[in-house]
């Protein structure tokens, strides 16, 4: 480590020039490939619990706890950012998350599979010291652009890790998902060990000044309570729609799979894509812009949805892939110019002021979830619908509300 530390200079907290190419690429990998292996048990879970006794129940804690532990890696360690040196931080949680996904590829039991599907959680949480390392590195005129093109890495991994376990798992085993997950892992440590800078601390409050300090941030600004009203709003929909989808077209009037809902994944992969344009246009015209350009989007393809009763069904799936690819986009871009606005506001407090906001995301993201199951089932597929439309036209009129653009 000594070596190291010699060789890499302290960062700025901003750059002067353009980020090299290849360090962008190794911010966007590594957090796609972090938040990644929150995801790739979800496919597998039928053939692991058959392959290690154990009951459907049981395996259904599996996510869950990856999910409640990436929960509280972000509210609980992403603020140590803005503490500590981001890159050692970022190697530690690597090793942790490698180690874990090696455990858990290796679990003879799924007690040990549940221990290490909590620190998998915990540890994949390096995604969020990567997304605003990648902001304190980037000159202020491309932050938009850069930030963009690291979260596109980050919801490519959302996205298409399901796909890639469920090939793998079904040709390979479920055994081998985790451990070439580990194995890519290591490989991001080994690159971020050679190629990130140091990071030099912005505050030296205690862990519990630290933490204390969330709710003064929260109370302190505006702009950030605005960002994570609005990108909370806007889960609650993305959520609802993603968590009821599935058995949505398992039942009248298309009868369609699994694979089905999963092939879903890849149209809002095209709206991820698209996440760096947003970043670009809120580095020229500016982030707010872009929110409400971006809730607009979103609150427009759920309304397109409500035509489905009045449609063939073949009609209606290609009204649902437009429809995911047009809120998927939006809901990104929204998220790409919230990030902007929120790391604006007190550089020296980014890691805080992030976890802030993906707390917001997430609880937005568990009460769609919970919202969607009870709308589908007591009142069917248009209610899901209208909760998202709903939900989205709170985030626009958040957005819209008089002062938002000066509030920051």
Known sequence: ????????????????????????????????????????????????????????????FVPTLTQLGYALGILLLAPLGDRYDRRRIILMKAAVLCVALLLAG?????????????????SATLAQDIVPAAATLAPEASRGKIVGTVMTGLLLGILLSRVVSGFVAEHLGWRTMFIAAALSIALIGAAAWRGLPRFRPTTQLSYGALMGSLVKLWKRHGALRRATLAQALLSIGFSAFWSTLAVMLHGEPFHLGSAAAGAFGLAGAAGALAAPIAGRIADKRGPELVTRLGASLVLASFAVMALAPWMQPHAQ??????????????????????????????????????????????????????????????????AVVGLAAASAAGALVVRLWPGAAQAH
């Open 1 to 60: 480590m000594s070596h190291i530390q010699a060789t890499h200079t302290p960062a700025a907290p901003a750059a002067a020039s353009a980020l090299p190419a290849s360090l962008v690429l190794l911010l966007a990998t590594g957090a796609g490939l972090a938040v990644a292996a929150l995801y790739y048990s979800q496919p597998m879970l039928g053939v692991l619990g058959a392959d290690i006794g154990a009951s459907a129940r049981a395996v259904g």
């Open 106 to 122: 290796a679990a003879p039991s799924i007690a040990v599979l549940l221990v290490a599907s909590l620190v998998i959680g915990l």
């Open 317 to 382: 799936l290609g009204l649902l892939v437009v429809g995911a690819i047009g809120f998927d986009l939006g809901i990104q871009a929204s998220l790409i110019a919230h990030q902007t606005i929120v790391y604006s506001i007190e550089p020296a407090a980014r890691s805080r002021l992030n976890a802030v906001l993906f707390v917001g995301m997430f609880l937005g993201m568990a009460i769609g979830s919970a919202l969607g199951a009870l709308m589908l089932a007591q009142w069917g597929w248009m």
